[in-house]
């Protein structure tokens, strides 16, 4: 017969302790990549917020996390969003009670129907206080009560969180003000702004989660083409799930349908024949530069942003083989000249800059420069004499986006995975009625402009002190502050 041995029970008593912690309480063991982060900060600034991501990349568990830490108080130290200090009182909704209680119950309360399991979800079942079960669908919850705490962790009252479905309809979402609600699955339009009404009184918010699998449907719509300071949405694809592999995400992006992979893996509506650029990311990825050869050219694109917001993208173009290389782009809304080209001259202090046509625009910095003026003067970029046009002449946006499919497709235009604004941008670029709908497509219009004007590019190192790297014989023509030959 074995002896006892008190080191070793003592060992298997801490393991338990930790095993039994990390089971009820998951809330500490989690931790949201960049995306879901993002996400999570812009609670702090919006009243309604999507999180449009694939399938299994982590939105449900963003969702169930962002409720337990409203519904209990227990905000970690890094938490960026919004923040309640007194208890809440919020509603979950998905499209079915079934699917409410498979998805988000078991996300905030633990496996429904297995007793052992229940505080094994991301509120610790330390903190229910009661549980009154639903009916019509077994070991479904109704509503839960849960404790909320003070930033000092003493309990100052009980949350309530009541589970609903889109199937119940827009009535049975009438009447009581909510706190927050936290929608999983897209729900239907009528719902979806009765849920939005029933937070204005609180000054609440909603948030979703969601695959796009309904296309531009009129709630996918109303986030990514009516702007407003009360809206935000974050895309969250495969790539952004650290949790799967980068050697198995090709493999579970092949098992799906063809027409449904964009969705499912990058959180792109399904948009059909109406997107400009229905190509797969693979067919233009690369690794980011790590090193440039000085005589590729370089050239910005900007689009001044007077409506909507400013962006910038740099191309480097390797002429001996006709590739373009997007190597960096830039957006932000509300900002001065001065800032935009802080940021540009980080990047590339030399390189030329093609602006748009608006650029002949007056500033309204009382100056009465022109905008190209305005940001050759103030923030010191080299913008080139003329607005940007074809060798031809004309501005036509159809002819930059013919070259770049035309690139695409012959593999000469590149872009690395990280320049994640470009890539939402070139997902969701797509027509109505035949028109080209001129919503989120900053950086696009800026990066248009480089392609039309590639010609003035110019082999200038990057970086804040990067100089002219000169032909031989070259100089600099009078009347401009860069090299035109």
Not at 87 to 115: F, H, I, N, Y
Not at 389 to 408: L, Y
Not at 472 to 478: E, P, V
Request: charged content about 25%; overall charge negative; hydrophobic content about 35%.
């Amino acid at each position: 017969m074995a002896s006892y041995n008190p080191k070793l029970q003592a060992l298997i008593d801490t393991l338990e302790v930790a095993a039994n912690r990390r089971s009820f309480r998951k809330f500490e063991f989690w931790h949201p990549y960049p995306k879901q982060m993002e996400f999570i900060a812009l609670g702090k600034t919006t009243r309604e917020r999507l999180l449009m991501a694939g399938n299994q990349n982590g939105k449900s568990d963003t969702g169930g996390f962002e409720s337990a830490m409203h519904l209990t108080g227990r905000y970690p130290d890094w938490w960026p969003g919004r923040k309640w200090d007194r208890p809440t009182r919020a509603w979950a909704d998905g499209e079915t009670s079934l699917l409410v209680r498979d998805v988000q119950q078991k996300k905030l309360c633990g496996p429904p129907g297995v007793a052992e399991d229940f505080g094994t979800g991301f509120i610790p079942k330390e903190d229910f206080v009661d549980v009154s079960l639903a009916r019509g669908v077994t070991d479904a919850y109704d509503t839960i009560q849960v404790k909320h705490y003070r930033p000092d962790c003493t309990p100052d009252g009980v949350s309530t969180m009541t589970f609903k479905s889109y199937e119940q309809g827009q009535k049975k979402h009438q009447g009581e003000p909510i706190d927050f609600d936290w929608c999983d699955e897209e729900p239907p339009a009528d719902v979806y702004s009765e849920i939005v009404t029933r937070t204005t009184a609180t000054k609440g918010m909603v948030f979703t989660t969601f695959t796009p699998l309904q296309g531009m449907s009129e709630v996918v719509r109303k986030f990514l083409q009516e702007p407003s300071a009360a809206r935000a949405h974050v895309i969250m694809t495969i790539d952004d799930a650290e949790h799967i592999p980068p050697e198995d995400r090709q493999a579970i992006i092949d098992a799906w349908p063809v027409h449904e992979r964009d969705a499912r893996a990058r959180g792109i509506p399904m948009m059909g024949s109406g997107r400009i650029f229905p190509y797969p990311h693979e067919m233009m990825l690369e690794p980011a530069l790590s090193h440039i050869p000085a005589y590729w050219t370089k050239l910005w694109g900007i689009d001044f942003g007077i409506d909507h917001p400013f962006a910038a993208a740099l191309i480097v173009w390797d002429k001996d083989n006709d590739v373009i290389h997007l190597h960096f782009t830039h957006r932000v809304a509300g900002a001065l000249p001065l800032q935009h080209a802080y940021q540009m001259k980080q990047i590339g202090r030399n390189v030329p800059v093609a602006w748009p046509q608006d650029g002949t625009q007056r500033s309204k910095d009382g100056t009465g420069d022109t905008l190209a003026t305005s940001y050759r003067k103030q923030g010191g970029l080299l913008m080139l004499p003329e607005h940007a046009t074809w060798p031809e002449g004309g501005v036509s946006t159809e002819a930059a986006i013919m070259e770049m499919q035309e690139r695409i497709t012959t593999g000469r235009f590149k872009a690395p995975a990280h320049l994640g604004e470009f890539w939402e941008e070139f997902d969701l670029y797509h027509r109505k009625d035949g028109q080209i709908v001129k919503v989120n497509d900053d950086i696009l219009s800026a990066l248009q402009k480089a392609i039309m004007m590639k010609r003035f590019s110019r082999a200038v190192a990057l970086g804040p002190g990067g100089g002219m790297v000169r032909p031989k014989n070259g100089g600099i023509a009078q009347g401009v502050d860069f090299d035109l030959f």
